[in-house]
């Protein structure tokens, strides 16, 4: 491939690696070291969280935050259709039933409308909502808040693709009880795999923290008075995570500029639409997303890999999903729609402006062959 879609971008001075050869040096390569409360505050200090805890990954940050809030066994959780499967799997793993909302077309995010209907309809009230920034873009914070306030539903964010993305100035991953963040490989800042909890709640971060550890009771053997997971994070990959948030602003930049740029390109072509944002909205531009009319995406995006181009489709709505075909949903067609017209296009920030504009003039050169 010469344009990936999004592959790890390292620091020029090769912090990652000095990072690493400290933490091998001093033999913190586990759970332990100075990496990782560095991270951890670094994280904090950009959005302005009170708690920040780091993990081995989003998911398992998501399945710490149910835990944490007492979601359980029969309880109903809502959730964005229009995600990838690690916001939806911990809903799961603690034995609740996800209940899944559609998006609205002008975020491409959970439609506020449907999910005060579903409210209304429901006769149980659900213990939380779980909310996805899709590609790096905030939902519609406005409305959703107003919602889940009043009905009393505690709002998780499933921020995994959203560091550093605003609504109305405020970070995604701070607008509920609690928040998350993904530091895998493909994402915006990578930590070779890794994840955040977020909260301003004390005793949830410190409950998440407790369940993170195997449920380890404070004493100096090893005492369990309940089961726990092992969801610490290594000081080894805080190192490379703390590395990345350093260069985050400059990240998060260089992603909104190509999108820019192939918001340029694309300008005028009534066959291409990216991505929208409501207008309180600065998402980061984690990935480049367009919907294409009068092609398959998928043949587009097999035409494009020929010539070098990686492109990938949209999220597959949760609620298509065969392991879901029993959940409960209050759907459009919206997030289907996207589905079966839409790709993610290279976005990786260390695509120069001429980059984006070669890939640009390719998807367009191919919708004239193809479309
Ligand atoms: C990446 C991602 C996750 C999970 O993150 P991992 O670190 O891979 O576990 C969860 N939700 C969404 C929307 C994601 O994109």
């Known amino acids: 491939m010469k344009y990936n879609l999004s592959v790890p971008h ?24 100075r990496f990782i ?4 505050y670094a994280v904090k200090k950009l959005t302005g969280a009170g708690y920040a ?18 979601i359980g066994k029969g309880d109903d959780v809502m959730a964005s259709t229009f995600t990838y499967i690690g916001s939806a799997a911990p809903i799961m793993y603690v034995g609740a039933n996800p209940v ?14 449907l999910l005060e209907d579903a409210l209304k309809k429901r006769v149980k009230t659900p213990k939380a909502l779980v909310l996805t920034h899709i590609y790096g873009q905030p939902a519609n914070m406005d409305d959703i808040l107003m919602v889940c306030d009043r009905f009393g539903v505690r709002l998780v964010e499933d921020s995994a693709e959203a560091i550093g993305a605003t609504f109305d100035g405020r970070q995604c991953g701070t607008f509920g009880t ?13 930590a070779g795999g890794g994840g955040m909890l977020l909260t301003d709640d004390k005793h949830l971060i410190e409950t998440a923290s407790y369940f993170a ?31 990345q948030m350093e260069l985050a602003n400059e990240r998060i930049a260089a992603r909104r500029r190509i999108f820019e740029q192939y918001r340029k390109a694309f300008a005028g072509d009534s066959r291409i639409t990216l991505m929208p944002q409501h207008h309180k909205a ?32 949209l999220w597959k709505p949760m609620h298509t999903q065969p392991v879901f075909k029993d959940a409960d949903r209050y759907v459009s067609r919206v997030s289907e729609k996207l589905f079966e017209s839409g790709l993610c296009l290279p976005s990786c920030s260390t695509m120069s402006d001429d980059d984006v504009r070669a890939v640009a003039a390719e998807v367009i050169g191919m919708l004239d062959i193809i479309g």
């Open 10 to 33: 390292l620091s020029n001075d090769k912090r990652e690696l000095k990072y690493i050869a400290e933490a091998m040096d001093n033999r913190n390569i586990g759970p332990v070291g």
């Open 37 to 40: 409360a560095e991270f951890e």
């Open 53 to 70: 805890l780091g993990v081995i990954n989003g998911t398992s940050a998501l399945h710490l935050a149910l835990t944490a809030m007492g």
């Open 100 to 113: 899944f909302i559609d998006s609205e077309g002008d975020t491409w995010n959970l439609d506020p409308n």
């Open 178 to 190: 609690a928040g998350i963040f993904s530091f895998a490989g493909n994402k915006l800042l990578t």
């Open 213 to 243: 550890s195997n449920a380890r009771e404070p004493m100096m053997h090893h005492e369990h008075n309940s089961i726990g997971y092992n969801y610490r994070l290594s000081n080894l990959h805080a190192a490379v995570g703390l590395a």
């Open 282 to 313: 600065k998402g980061n531009r984690w990935l480049t997303a367009a919907l294409f009319e009068g092609v398959e995406p998928k043949m587009l995006m097999v035409k494009l890999a020929n010539q070098g181009i990686e492109t990938r489709p």
